[in-house]
């Protein structure tokens, strides 16, 4: 259950009730106190702010409890989440004052005409002269909003502005938020098209599939900056990363795994190419019809891609029937698909990486009992798969090597990378993962980055730590 954080503005009569009865009427209601601070104290009223966490589905007992309290008066009720949004969350400044009217013609007219024209002249001195070097657009449709579905470009807003937040503060890297008001495929690589030339990357972000896959596919093939879909990459990354080092704890090589990868979505795909990627020799992916085989006939044509992988299982049938030996189960799906007598079908310590949100397949301490390593998206449980800690990090990479794309290699570097920052002394089955506040991270992840794309040659600058 979800929790929150609220905040009552009470008026208090003195004489006629004490904030022990406010505190004790939020407790029974399910409140918790987390603070008090007085606004006002009057000889006949008193103002308090109170702040309080409550599950979701308390906050309205809560609030009744202290509106039928005599002797007080509730003034406002304000939701800390919806403060903390109010007037948006990020802004434009600039890296410099203009004080004067020299100021004024050095960074716009009329001296701003001969850095336009030496760009003209060179479109690479865009990087040095222009914010360029260190901006990625963060785009999306509102058509695949996690947990919430097609909300509409409009309401998506607030995702993309916390994203934008997440790329300075991990790893100083300036993005803008942009929602796109349209659902064709076409409009939305045109338009994407036109608004590059000022940004050093795009990240595609809550884009339904399968519409994801050929936006992405275009746009890479057209554009010479970085195109990275987040749900499809930044979920296969981490979900790698945590693999791996799972892996380590149950002590199985890569190689002779099986794996059932649940729900071929934007994120399923991806997660199956980069397990091949990683060297899976056995692997069955699986939606609501059943196992796609090698060898079988699908209208989706990343389906069909996956069904000419040698890796993949020519067996048909159902997840009842293909999670039967399974050594790694990977969700990318919904809520309650996976049942406690599917791991026990599974081999000797299995691993389950229920992904769903805000949901996952399985509830985790009804699994707990039959499984050895047990991740989920949700951080209120160990070992979340978070596509935080992928996406600044390889950003600030390609950003600080100019990468003409994101490849596959770099990718699977970035999850290498992730994976190491836990170490071998603190690695066990409730942490194989870091914290997307571990400063090792971004760092780590940069640097593994900046040589893959220099190893594969999609480098156009080597950065000076690198020379």
């Not at 909003?145 to 100083?172: C, R, T, Y």
């Not at 950003?399 to 003409?404: E, F, I, K, Q, V």
Request: hydrophobic share 45%; charged share 20%; net charge negative.
């Amino acid at each position: 259950m979800a929790n929150t954080s609220i905040i009552l503005r009470v008026e208090l009569t003195n004489g006629q009730v004490t904030f022990g009865d406010v505190a004790a009427a939020i407790s029974r209601a399910g409140g918790d106190v987390t603070s008090i601070d007085v606004i006002r104290v009057g000889k006949e009223t008193s103002v308090r702010d109170i702040t309080v966490d409550v599950q979701d589905s308390a906050e309205a007992q809560v609030v009744e409890g202290i509106k039928e309290l005599a002797g007080t008066k509730l003034i406002n009720v304000s939701d800390r989440t919806f403060l903390a949004h109010l007037g948006g969350k990020i802004s434009v400044t600039p890296s410099m004052p203009i004080k004067n009217r020299d100021d004024l013609s050095r960074v716009y007219t009329p001296g701003v005409a001969r850095v336009c024209t030496a760009i003209h002249e060179n479109p690479n001195k865009a990087y040095s002269l222009t914010i360029k070097r260190n901006t990625v657009a963060v785009i999306s449709d509102g058509t695949a909003v996690l947990g919430l579905g097609d909300i509409g470009a409009l309401a998506s807003a607030p995702v993309m502005e916390g994203k934008a937040m997440l790329f300075k503060q991990l790893a100083d890297v300036d993005a803008f938020p942009i929602c796109l008001d349209t659902k064709d495929t076409e409009e939305i690589i045109r338009t994407i098209k036109a608004i590059s030339p000022v940004f050093g990357g795009i990240n595609l972000e809550d884009i339904s599939s399968p519409r994801c896959f050929e936006i992405e596919s275009r746009l890479e093939k057209e554009l010479d900056i970085p195109v990275f879909h987040d749900d499809q990459h930044g979920t296969a990354v981490v979900m790698m990363a945590g693999l791996l080092n799972a892996l380590k704890v149950v002590n199985k090589p890569i190689e002779s795994i099986r794996v059932v990868v649940n729900g071929i979505g934007a994120a399923g795909v991806s997660v199956c190419k980069m397990l091949l990627a990683a060297g899976v020799g056995r692997l069955v992916p699986v939606d609501r019809d059943g196992a796609i085989v090698r060898g079988g006939t699908y209208e989706q044509p990343m389906w069909q891609w996956l069904a000419q992988q040698p890796q993949v299982e020519d067996t048909p049938g159902t997840l009842d029937t293909v999670i039967q030996g399974a050594d790694v189960f990977i969700g990318v799906s919904r809520a309650g698909l996976l049942k406690v007598h599917h791991v026990q079908a599974m081999a000797e310590d299995p691993i389950v990486f229920a992904l769903a949100n805000p949901q996952p397949e399985i509830d985790p301490e009804v699994a707990q009992p039959y499984v050895r390593v047990m991740a989920t998206g949700r951080s209120d449980f160990p070992n979340q798969i978070n596509n935080v800690l992928c996406f600044p990090g390889i950003f600030r990479g390609a950003l600080d090597c100019r990468a003409r794309r994101i490849n596959e290699e770099m990718k699977l570097a970035a999850a290498r990378a992730i994976a190491s920052v836990v170490t071998d002394a603190e690695l066990n089955e409730s942490y194989i993962i870091p914290s997307i506040f571990n400063d090792q991270v971004v760092k780590n992840v940069r640097h593994a980055v900046i040589e893959a794309a220099i190893a594969t040659d999609v480098a156009r600058r080597i950065p000076p730590d690198f020379r």
